[in-house]
């Protein structure tokens, strides 16, 4: 089996700062995700990368960059933390497709004040 | 565009009850249906998946049926024990992207003891 490693797990920023959360994932999976969780909404799609060094846009990328700079870390940045974006992020990878099941990480909870 | 419609929450059962969580969804592909089950403080994680059209999926006492016709795939438990309190999610994968999974917006259950 393998795991999900998401750091930090609680992340507090001040508006208009930019914030990185990171991802690490032991599974040697080609696909990893990153979705804004927020309650009601359920999952939406940030960023994926189909493998190292690709990054592709998913429905709510405004606001946000990532990077994949190796086949087992992803990380998120949040250029400019704006309140209203306080949600929980979660990290997913998935060895090929969307047919493919996802493997979460735990999240990681952001506040901004 | 594809899109998945679920039952809203929050859904509070006592156990012992029986549990019908609705799913529809809308496509021109021919999608795998998933249901994932989130546990508080964790990611979400696959309860099981259904890859072909009138077929049924199963784990831990949960089912589904594929019915492509009525394009439904509602989540159906006999008897809901107070250890599945959770939020589930179902979705479909892939879209029209060949990575992209749409989940919908979750649904919240309370099983009282």
């Known amino acids: 089996g393998g795991i999900i490693t998401q750091t930090p797990k609680f992340l507090i920023g001040q508006e208009g700062q930019k914030l990185t959360l990171k991802c690490q994932q032991n599974?040697?999976?080609?696909?990893m995700y990153w979705y804004r969780q927020d309650s009601g909404k359920g999952l939406r799609l940030i960023y994926y990368?189909?493998?190292?060094?690709?990054?592709q846009k998913g429905d709510l990328s405004e606001g946000y960059d990532a990077s994949r700079e190796k086949k087992s870390s992803f990380s998120l940045t949040v250029t400019s933390a704006q309140k209203n974006e306080m949600a929980v992020f979660l990290c997913?990878?998935?060895?090929?497709?969307?047919?493919?099941?996802?493997?979460f990480g735990p999240g990681t909870r952001l506040t901004v004040l | 565009g594809d899109s998945v419609t679920q039952t809203e929450g929050p859904v509070t059962l006592s156990e012992g009850t029986s549990l019908t969580v609705n799913c529809s969804y809308e496509?021109?592909?021919?999608?795998?249906l998933f249901w994932y089950v989130q546990y508080p403080g964790e990611g979400p994680q696959l309860l099981f998946k259904?890859?072909?059209?009138?077929e049924k999926g199963s784990n831990r006492g949960f089912e589904a049926t594929y019915n492509k016709e009525a394009t439904s795939f509602h989540l159906q438990k006999a008897s809901v024990q107070e250890s599945d309190s959770a939020v589930y999610y179902c979705?479909?994968?892939?879209?029209?992207?060949?990575?992209?999974?749409?989940f919908g917006k979750g649904t919240h259950l309370h099983v009282l003891p």
């Open positions: 997913a990878s998935s060895p090929t497709g969307g047919a493919a099941e996802q493997f």
């Open positions: 259904v890859p072909k059209a009138n």
């Open positions: 599974f040697n999976h080609d696909t």
């Open positions: 990368s189909i493998t190292e060094n690709d990054l």
């Open positions: 979705a479909l994968g892939p879209d029209t992207n060949a990575y992209k999974v749409i």
């Open positions: 496509t021109k592909q021919y999608p795998t």
